[in-house]
């Protein structure tokens, strides 16, 4: 299917020379920098002795302050807003993994910049004037309905703002509607799949052609079961609230890593110990410092999203750096008898058992000493009525699977199919219970 999509460029910025593209970030950057002195006292206080012209190059990124989302909790409200307040646009939040709001303001230009690059992933990964979108992501204060539905529109297509939730009515507008993409959380994706299968409604009834998958991670094998699925082809795209919301970063077609749409974004990939850049290809953190944003511009923002990037070529002739899928955020990872384990390891590793259903939750407990990792895993309908030894033979087979892709030996426990809970948004599968570190 992705071979059908031509290669239309939504914005000429994605193909920018590279050179070309570093003297656009140079200049933006130092004009960021004097702009967020000017109007935000955080920065003004963090970036006291540095000026814009201080920057010679795009390595003096380096002598910069980072931005945490403890410094964002610590202005709440209205703390980062460097714009009038009759000037805003629109106000965005997010509450992130702990709980604690915090607010992303919009001025109108913003706007038009967060539209526009959300159209290039869009178009990037199939979407063309005069198709009709289900977005099935939440509207409100999180960024995915919204961003998706202006750059939908942007670019020609129309939008069915279904939002999340209520899977049965998913499915009516999936079947009735007959819209040509599809737009939610992998994760709520896998669960439409499911409901689409035990309709026994056949693939070729929906029509449904495309996938712009995002907000959560997810794994290549999860891709495979939901193009399946949903009989679409299916791209990953990255954002996060702080920055812009969905548009930082999208897939083309050739699907080898996500553009970053660069002359919004600076994007580096540090250590996050060291927080020094790593060598291209090795994993680090993403730090992003917005080059364009008014309402609320971030310096060296620290995503906490473990990713690498490549400078490679790609075929389809954008420059944007491309970042790998994200594994998971560095506050996710979980170090289970001293080994760092991603629940996105966990899903890859249920995927490649085909009597798995890729439905799982991961309870850790220390009920002694040592870290116990359990997880529950869903069997199949099929399965349910299988002998004790087939299920025995099955447990093993998780288990070395996990094994394999993670390293560490985990308790598996069968549970019965539809058992475990549905997500519509993003996802949370593991629950922590060991004692907390003082
Ligand atoms: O999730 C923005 C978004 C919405 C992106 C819809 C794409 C589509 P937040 O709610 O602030 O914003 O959450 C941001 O979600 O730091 C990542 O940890 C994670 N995340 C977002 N997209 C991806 C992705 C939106 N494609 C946080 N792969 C980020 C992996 C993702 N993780």
Redesign the pocket.
């Known amino acids: 299917m992705g071979h059908d999509i031509d290669d239309q460029i939504f914005d000429q910025n994605e193909t920018l020379p590279r050179k070309e593209l570093g003297k656009l970030q140079l200049e933006r950057l130092r004009k960021i920098v004097d702009y967020a002195k000017e109007r935000v006292p955080f920065f003004r206080e963090k970036l006291a002795g540095i000026d814009g012209d201080d920057l010679k190059s795009l390595d003096d990124l380096r002598k910069l302050p980072f931005t945490t989302k403890q410094d964002l909790r610590d202005g709440y409200p209205y703390g980062f807003l460097a714009i009038p307040k009759n000037e805003i646009a629109r106000i965005h939040g997010?509450s992130?993994t702990t709980g604690k709001l915090t607010f992303v303001p919009y001025s109108h230009n913003d706007m038009r910049n967060w539209t526009n690059v959300v159209s290039r992933f869009l178009v990037a990964g199939g979407l063309r004037p005069g198709h009709l979108v289900q977005i099935s992501?939440g509207y409100g204060l999180?960024?995915?309905g919204f961003?998706?539905h202006y750059g939908i529109e942007n670019v020609g297509g129309a939008v069915v703002p279904a939002a999340s939730g209520n899977t049965e009515r998913q499915l009516s507008i999936l079947r009735d509607l007959k819209p040509d993409a599809i737009v939610c959380?992998p994760s709520y994706a896998l669960t439409i799949g499911e409901a689409i299968k035990a309709h026994n409604i056949p693939r070729e009834e929906l029509g449904l052609k495309y996938g712009?998958?995002?907000?959560?991670?997810?794994t290549d094998e999860m891709r495979t079961r939901i193009e399946d699925d949903l009989g679409i082809f299916a791209t990953?795209?990255?954002?996060?609230?702080?920055v812009i919301?969905?548009?930082?970063a999208g897939e083309c077609k050739y699907r080898k890593g996500?553009h970053f749409s660069e002359d919004h974004f600076l994007v580096e990939c540090l250590d996050p110990e060291t927080l020094e850049p790593v060598p291209e290809g090795q994993k680090g953190e993403l730090v992003i410092t917005t080059l364009t944003k008014e309402g609320m511009p971030v310096i060296r923002y620290r995503?906490?999203?473990i990713s690498s990037l490549s400078y490679e070529p790609c075929p389809c002739g954008r420059t944007g750096v491309r970042m790998t899928?994200?594994t998971?955020?560095s506050d996710?990872m979980l170090v289970i008898r001293g080994v760092n384990v991603y629940p996105t390891q966990i899903e890859e590793a249920l995927l490649r058992v085909r009597e798995a259903a890729p439905h799982y939750m991961i309870d850790v407990d220390r009920p002694g000493t040592l870290d116990v990792a359990t997880v529950r895993v869903e069997i199949l309908p099929e399965m349910f009525s299988a002998s004790m030894r087939d299920m025995v033979g099955l447990r093993d087979k998780i288990s070395a699977a996990i094994n394999s892709v993670t390293g560490i030996r985990m308790e598996i426990e069968l549970v019965a199919p539809k058992t475990l809970e549905r997500f519509q948004g993003?996802a949370k599968r593991v629950t922590d219970r060991r004692p907390k570190a003082e």
């Open positions: 997010s992130g992501f999180f960024t995915g961003g998706l959380t712009f998958f995002g907000g959560e991670p997810w990953d795209n990255y954002g996060l609230s702080e919301g969905p548009g930082a996500q995503t906490r999203d899928r994200v998971g955020r996710d993003k």
